[in-house]
């Protein structure tokens, strides 16, 4: 069965940088898109940032360059580099893929605070 695992998330101050793992099984990795979503204190899950099979790369508008999402496709891993962290980027992050139906992750809490 399809299962993702988060990794990677914690405590930093703003400015700070965080990176988030997503181990995937269950699935062809490498033929399927994945994408990282967060869902903040009281807001809707929103859209981070979504890598293809074949690398090409979609960011929110409110990642502007701080952000990069990449994948290792021999490891069965999606990253999420984040830096210059901002207190609104707190949230719960998750890993996702479209496998004939959505599947997450448990999340991984990103909590950014001085």
């Known amino acids: 069965q399809v299962q993702l695992v988060e990794s990677g998330g914690g405590l930093v101050q703003p400015g700070g940088s965080l990176r988030l793992s997503c181990a995937a099984s269950?699935?062809?990795?490498?033929?399927?898109?994945m994408s990282w979503y967060r869902q903040g204190p009281g807001k809707e899950r929103e859209l981070v940032a979504v890598i293809s099979s074949a690398g090409s790369i979609h960011y929110a508008t409110f990642v502007k360059g701080r952000f990069t999402i990449s994948r290792d496709n021999a490891k069965n891993t999606v990253y999420l580099q984040m830096n210059s962290l901002k207190p609104e980027d707190t949230a719960v992050y998750y890993c996702?893929?479209?496998?004939?139906?959505?599947?997450w992750g448990q999340g991984t809490q990103v909590t950014v605070s001085s």
């Open positions: 269950g699935f062809p990795f490498s033929v399927y898109a």
């Open positions: 996702s893929v479209a496998v004939n139906q959505d599947y």
